[in-house]
């Protein structure tokens, strides 16, 4: 029963979709790191995605900190955050209050919960719990992003649609990554065309009552080699832990992934470059992990994002009550596809375990500068 | 700098391929459990699989436990194994020691280690600590078998063939498990066609001095209802953090995985329906898990596994010692395709992750049977 | 920089004396587990022994839950406890920011966390903290109440005072247990004469602008044997890093405690006997644990609690921003003894120990009750 | 059933008395940390003490590293160390293996593991078990020398004789510590004289075939301000919860520690005082540490040991299998006092607490040597 994730850093998540507040608490953040809290807000924003794609539900979602920031500054203690639950209509979710809603974790909870946990509105496995993440995620963003090292997340592919790809040019894929952070509108996406056709399919599934999902690729620039460990606390094992702590996502894969399969190993390796001094490898396959530590070149990783269950076509199910078989209709108001809103939440995600990745890295090493010591 | 994974039982793996003996501590094995050393010795042969597929390298992997087994059990305090390293040549790694391997972690290791590491044989990140994986597997297996839980993995794909995929019909999933569980054959395959389809890609590779990756499915039966937690303690990212551990495993993914993509909500859902006065789904897109819980149904995963990094061909990469380019040509023995051995590993790895989570899921109850408590 | 404590049950502090609210998070605590929300309420009221001995400030504390529980249950989901700063006088302080408070933890906080520190009124360092602690702790006494263990304790030693003892006769001890966990009145001691001569020690240190320290000691009953692990988490090993979390502790002990110092081994050891069908000890110098681990007698241990560090006296002390030496005279609200307020913390943080020994003693055990599993 | 303790670095403990071997896993332990095998070799041989007093069991402890070494220097990954068990005697133990011995852990591991613990000579629970423990104590010693923190441990009492106490003059504190660590006898003391009445003391008990106890004292200097937590990762808790993981340790204080209880606030504060251009206390009855972390005083810690358990006197008891009285009179080699081997234990774990620590007061800091990272 542990919403806990970290090493070094850890990230304890709490709250139902319904119930009071929902929030995060946040452990082993150094005194003195900056806490940008309109850079939060920002983030919150991107989160929200105000547009005709998502949802009606407006979720003005102010973030209060109740410990371990001062005037701007983590003060080194541990930073709890909430977000009160103010704009919620529960009646949305009473007709079908005992029905599994296919796709979703109604069932599992029923399972697990005995019938204590607190359903309404998806409860404690509502999407809505990746508020605190992102709030979080933007800590963890900019303790990264002081230290040279960028994140940035495109639709790779979404409705059936796929986005450019990133560069290889690393002039070039800077740009992109600003060009995404920066972005707008909702669809956060390398070619605005790809994004249009990508806007018209998901209209056309909305219009049709039903979903659909996609793959989020994020890209982090900026690493030391040497970051992570072999085996269990391996950059892989670390973000894709995290990355499945996404409601939604079914398949992590890192550089070419799954497309390994039907490459052979002379297609496959990367060979290893001198560049500028340093080295480098001439292809990106392995996406920047080697042996499950950092080689210095971009880290690629991919997500896949299954449509949203939440559909207004008529569904068969069971009756969670009464085990009988029945039709589930959904009211409300739902997301046609997660995946414009879920980018910043894999950012905030890859973020706080690149920084946890970071500490664990250091080993056993003496404080530098013993400040106070006394004779 | 972690070997060590699990919450409620925990592994612990040191060793390097050329230093004295690899090995494990596991922890949270509880008193009277069986440990049954002529399984183990048979999940240490599949590992070995002792083919003309695979390399001339023989390891006869004997496991010595040093504690807490007595008598055939468990004597619930920690369980350390060791295996010897006696049949090692260092001599075909000395040529080639300067030189980063492409695709493999020499490069990482020197940017981690700072050259205080033992890299003989690919040291810490050899595939020979694996061994200890499967030793330990073999205990967790069989705590699984003994409350009707059944895990069995085959290669989905290699080579570019593809095998025939697991029944929806659980009478016949059951015996196609135990096919391959019993298998003598180093490639667990549910087609024998297929099989050797798969024989003749890997020896062609082979022949061009180059290797071949593939897909490995593993499938679970018997799981109840409610096992995992929402968000960190998901049952995909418990596993997966296990999956990803093993090298070379580059993607992982669970029921339709990355196939979601391309699916509308209305086909990616699975509907429930009552089963035998339970409840089940009609489809199993979603791999037996929803909401990161299990749902009662066959638990599906996939792992996408690159080729062997090893290859005989030429390959350029820069000497880590002087940072000048040069042409790298390996000698000794490599395998053309690890999946066969791979795939006991992932047997191995998923049983372990799945004692945790059964562990985990308890939550807090009283000690059912106060033996010898006092007035 | 970890506020968190357990393994199976886990406690999360987090909050500043003048932020703007502290809170607890605890993750573990399976679904359906009672929370009686006036028990809390009533160990508050313990907490903030409203006496004349006690400061005068008054703190209301209202404890809200974010999260999960519903309708007097947990839901299984990690619980979110705040308690909110409302009546705090910043003022008291102001005058003496710059002074190091010796006792205190100014220095100390300034040195790790370099001004980054929210230091008013002791910020994360001030007893404060156990509020969110007491709060937890009365989800943890019931838990244990409900399955027959009972925790209470008593002033064993204040001012100079010792207390009468805890009886050897158990239906004595019970009857001891429950006038402690009842006492309406600051002082929970077992003979109403010592209390009093208690009372006027602290007055007269009181009056004197000084404080008072003491020992708590803390009995427990109904303990099966069995609970613990050799080594590092002992029972002595749990509840002593509980213990001395407490802000004051400098010392803990078990049975005889430093007392075994001077005895000879004959003298010290207790004698085996069978009792009531079960089996018992004679005498109980080992305070209930043997080897690190419960054998069912009643676990017996003390804490040292150093006199409250602040008092009228004028103090020598350092400038923070100047090291010169200076003058410290404290004004503002200062409680003379913290015993009286420190008894409910210790029942709570043994009850925590306690509830988690109780998970981790388990092992690994599977689900007895598969609900909803499928075919 | 965790023998796994550690934030950052962390020490599994493994083996029973009388099985295969006993050992250890260590990991976080640096790259290029030095290891010192001849020191290690020299702390073996305090904790065996061959003198007069001890049993006559000779245990060559043979230290055997598995990896994690070479060369001389920390890998970087895990370090594995057993000790092969080779010299016992099982038959000391046969004749009595149905009686739980008063005072040690028979009783108390019957009721945990059910019959299913290797008994023999203790098994787990003995003290055999501290063997891996001051191995690798070793390394942290060592560790924390190279940064000039010194750890040293006296019998402050022992048979009812008190040993001078430690100087507050640094310079003489430091003469005192050297001398203690070099010391050639068994008994590390600061008074050669009250070592002598120690002895008598000693063998005293011995001809009565009783036994005694003490405290044991130890001290570090060098430690900066600003180390451990307040709260749960305090200081206190974090070295108390190593400490009592020692067979036989009934108490823990710090600094005046159970003394406190008699004292007034004015006697037992610290006055903060300007010391070559640092920051000291004039006193130091907190031991160096306020609020949990260190101050820079030097740290000061005692340990209440019980007598040993096993004395030759008849003592009554149970016989575990019939649940009947019976009388032990045990036979084989006991010791009459385990402090002077244990005070190299003490030394080791408080090294091992230290260094856990240093790192986990690190917070989260960027690597600051991004070797071979890439463009």
């Not at 371990?68 to 203690?77: E, S």
């Not at 559909?311 to 997301?335: C, F, M, S, W």
Request: with cysteine.
């Amino acid at each position: 029963m542990r919403d806990t994730y970290g090493d070094a850093v850890t990230l304890t998540l709490f709250g139902e979709s319904h119930g009071a507040a929902i929030g995060a608490v946040i452990e082993g953040v150094a005194a003195g790191t900056p806490v940008r809290e309109d850079f939060l807000a920002s983030q919150m924003e991107k989160r929200a995605a105000r547009t005709k794609l998502s949802t009606a539900r407006r979720e003005p979602d102010k973030v209060r900190f109740l410990s371990g920031v001062k005037d701007g500054f983590a003060t080194g203690t541990a930073i709890a955050l909430t977000i009160e639950n103010t704009n919620t209509r529960s009646g949305d979710y009473a007709k079908t209050a005992n029905l599994a809603r296919p796709g979703h974790a109604d069932f599992t909870a029923q399972a697990k919960y005995r019938g204590f946990q607190d359903a309404r509105g998806g409860g404690h496995f509502s999407g809505r719990l990746t508020a605190p993440v992102v709030a979080a995620g933007a800590i963890f963003l900019d303790m990264l992003a002081a230290k040279g090292v960028c994140v940035a997340t495109h639709l790779a592919q979404c409705g059936g649609v796929s986005d450019a790809p990133f560069s290889e040019d690393p002039a070039e894929l800077r740009r992109q990554m600003a060009a995404l952070n920066a972005a707008e509108g909702p669809l956060a996406v390398l070619d605005a065309e790809r994004g249009e056709e990508m806007r018209r399919a998901i209209e056309a599934a909305a219009s049709e009552g039903d979903s659909v999902g996609g793959v989020l690729e994020t890209v982090v620039t900026g690493l030391p080699a040497g970051l992570g460990e072999p085996f269990f606390t391996s950059v892989e094992s670390k973000l894709a832990a995290l990355l499945f702590s996404m409601p939604a996502v079914k398949g992590v894969e890192f550089g070419a992934g799954f497309g390994f399969a039907s490459l052979r190993g002379s297609e496959a390796n990367d060979a290893f470059i001198p560049r500028a001094g340093r080295i480098a490898t001439a292809t990106n396959r392995n996406g920047g992990v080697n042996g499950g530590i950092t080689n210095g070149m971009p880290l690629v990783m991919r997500t896949a994002v299954k449509p949203t269950p939440s559909i207004y076509k008529a569904q068969n199910t069971v009756d969670l009550e009464t085990g009988e078989p029945a039709v589930l209709r959904l009211e409300g108001r739902h997301d046609p596809c997660i995946l414009p809103r879920a980018r910043v939440v894999q950012d905030s995600l890859a973020a706080f375990g690149l920084v946890d990745l970071c500490a664990v890295a250091l080993g056993v090493r003496w404080q530098e500068d013993p400040i106070w010591s006394t004779v």
